[in-house]
Structures are given as C-alpha cells and as structure tokens.
C-alpha cells in the first residue's frame, strides 16, 4: 500500500489532499512468489515506491539502503559478515550500488536456506547484469513502475481532466501531497537522470545531453531515429545510442518494437519511444499549466505515451512479460498498440479525441484482414465517454482500459 490523496481543490500549482491508501497491484504477484524464491528482486524507476511496498509486504525484514555510504563501506569492508548479521530477512535498497554483493548472497543464500533477501534497484543494467551472474535461477525479479491508473482508480475520478492527469504524471510523491509535479519533476531529472546518467557513462558534455532528452521527449510517440538525434546534437550516433540504452537501463524511456511477422518488406524497423512518466516528459517539454498541454501541438502524442505506458504496467504488474507492438507499413497503415499472445493478438487504435468517428477504425479493419483469425480483439482506446464492449471494434474510455 501506499498513502495517497485526493485532489479536492486545484489552481496553478495550489493543492488540498485528504490521505488515503493505495494498494499497488503488483502485490499480490509479489506475495505469491515469496514461497518459492529465496530472493526477491524488485527492480524499477527512482520514487515508483519500491521501499514502501517492501516494508509493507515484508514488515519484520531489516532495512539497509546501500545508497548511505556509510553502510556501503560497512558491506564492502566485510560483505560476509553485513549479510551474516541478518538472520530474518533484509530488505537491501539499491543494491547497485554495491553489485559485488550478489555473489555474496548466492553463497550465503546456498549455505543457509532459511535465509531471505529482498534487493531493490533502479539501474535495470546493473541489477540484471549482475543477477544473471550470480542468482541464475534464485532470484525472483519484479518491476515496479509508477502509479498505473487502476492504482490511482477511486482517486482519478472523472473530476480529475485527463490534461491533469498527464501533467501530474504518476509519481505517488506528486499523488500523495509530499511535493507539488511543478517541484518534483525538475529536481526528479536534475537529481536523478543527470546524475545517474553521469555515474553510468562518462558524459563529458552535460549540456549535449540536456539537448539530447529534450529533443528525444519531442519526439515521442514517433520512430527513433539516431541518426537525426546525431545531427541535431552534434554527436555520434553511437554515442545516441548508448545515451537511450542508459535512459531505458533507468526506467526513464522505453521502446515499443515494431511488428512484423512475415507481413512483407512494408513494414519499418525503427521502434518507437516512449517516457514512463507523463509528468516528467510534460516537463521536459516545458508544459508547466493544464492549458499549455490542450493546446500544446504533441498533446495527442502525450496522450498515447500515457495509455501504451498502462498497457505495458498492467502487464508488468500481474508478472508477464510486456510483449507489445505497433503497426505501420510503407502504405501508411497504422496501429498504435498490439498485445501478443502466443500466436494470436490484440489491437488498440490511441485517440486523445472526446468524439468518436468510424475513421478511428481504418487501421484495425486493415490489420484484421491481415492476420485473419490470429486477431481476437481490437478496439478504439479515446477520451470520450462512450463505450461499447465488443470483442472487435470495441469503444473504450481510456480510464477504463484492461489490457
């Protein structure tokens, strides 16, 4: 669970909240693998609220943050005898910091089976890097990503616009009152990704960095195109390349990989990208008001970045693996969002509209006539309020989308 909040009032940046809890929903996956594994990992963005929901499942653990430098030397001076002192169970909070430790625990962890260990880190590189070395097999490993709207259902009421909602983000800080989004967001990216970024690689210009994230959140929702990025910053596309492998590696920027499964030479190859909080890509852009973002010319790719982003923690959430897609050929054929499961599919066409027009339905007819029977779902995803509950050409609020 985590506090939260309800938005009773709202101006520019003025906010009233009533506290209230939040049960995140990965909890319950959370909960059912602690039988089975004797470490547990849970992985995901800074401030998404690992720590809290590991205190909350596992309240008799000790608690040890491997961001204390103290308590980093401590483990590294004598890693066996800083896990030897933990007999019922430690919570190891951002364990990247110190990766040497894994090794450690998979000895200790063999000799000992009652022992248990639950480690948190929000560098996906490094922790699986070194997970995979070391814990082959062993460990469970879990994403926690932020507030997905089904966690923040009941609280997000239809009294919360959605332009709010995308400018808020889903940090459960901005969600809980502790700091307003206009605050949080830009200590967020100058706290974290800058120095997280910095700390991975060895970035000798922060300035063609900065230029970097900003024009790469200008292109959401389109193809990545390394190239163009390398012109417009005057870098290697290499060096492009290794800066979003460091943005995806910390849960800032993820891709969604086109689909082609022997459709033809039509389909592109480029993925497309998308940011895992709205609120930190509305600030990378310079949208600072709920007015700015209506009128704002990427509001609509804002607004496809939010649902492929609750597609993808919907899945994350329940433990599967996210195995999404798009549509596009050389004809123009376009569909924002496909599920694959197993050799069947599901497609989702994103509207920021309010009204529904059979338009919306062009690129899922087109696709369906592709992959015949292989298609068993397809709807429009839209702002609007009506719904019909169809297993094809269904109408859905984004609110209530289940993937």
């Not at 608690?63 to 980093?72: S, W």
């Not at 496809?304 to 693996?321: D, F, P, S």
Request: with cysteine.
């Amino acid at each position: 669970m985590y506090f939260c909040a309800d938005l009773e009032s709202d101006s520019k940046f003025a906010y009233f909240y009533t506290t209230r809890m939040i049960t995140r929903k990965i909890e319950q996956t959370l909960r059912d693998l602690i039988p089975y594994f004797k470490v547990i990992t849970i992985t995901g963005p800074r401030q998404s609220g690992k720590t809290t929901l590991c205190k909350q499942v596992f309240p008799d653990y000790a608690y040890v943050n491997l961001e204390d430098i103290a308590v980093r030397e401590q483990a590294a001076t004598d890693p066996k005898a800083f896990l030897s002192a933990y007999t019922q169970g430690v919570i190891i909070d951002e364990a990247q910091n110190y990766p040497e430790l894994f090794s450690y625990i998979q000895v200790i962890s063999d000799a000992n089976p009652d022992r248990r260990y639950v480690i948190t880190g929000s560098s996906n590189f490094s922790l699986l890097e070194n997970i995979s070395q070391s814990l082959a097999g062993r460990a469970a490993v879990l994403t926690l990503l932020p507030l997905s709207l089904q966690e923040l259902d009941g609280l997000a009421t239809t009294d919360v616009s959605t332009d709010t909602l995308l400018l808020r983000g889903c940090c459960p800080a901005v969600w809980a009152g502790i700091q307003p989004y206009h605050l949080l967001y830009p200590n967020y990216y100058t706290t974290y990704v800058e120095r997280d970024v910095r700390r991975i690689v060895n970035v000798t210009n922060l300035r063609d960095f900065q230029t970097f994230i900003r024009l790469a959140a200008g292109r959401v929702g389109t193809e990545f195109n390394a190239s163009a990025l390398s012109n417009a910053v005057g870098v290697s596309v290499k060096t492009i390349q290794s800066w979003l492998s460091i943005l995806t590696a910390s849960y800032i920027t993820f891709t969604l990989s086109p689909f082609y499964e022997n459709i033809g030479k039509r389909l592109i190859k480029a993925p497309k990208l998308y940011f895992f909080d709205t609120g930190l890509l509305c600030y990378l852009l310079g949208i600072e008001t709920e007015q700015q973002l209506a009128t704002h010319p990427l509001r609509g790719n804002i607004f496809e970045n939010y649902v492929v982003v609750e597609a993808y923690k919907q899945l994350v959430n329940q433990g599967k693996e996210p195995n999404l897609y798009f549509y596009r050929d050389s004809s123009q054929h376009e569909v924002d969002l496909l599920r694959q499961k197993s050799f069947q599919y599901e497609a989702y066409e994103i509207k920021s509209s309010q009204t529904f027009t059979r338009d919306f339905l062009g690129g899922l007819h087109y696709l369906g006539k592709l992959l015949g029977d292989r298609l068993i779902k397809s709807s429009v995803i839209y702002a609007g309020k009506e719904q019909t509950a169809s297993s094809f050409d269904g109408i859905v609020n984004y609110r209530h989308f289940k993937i």
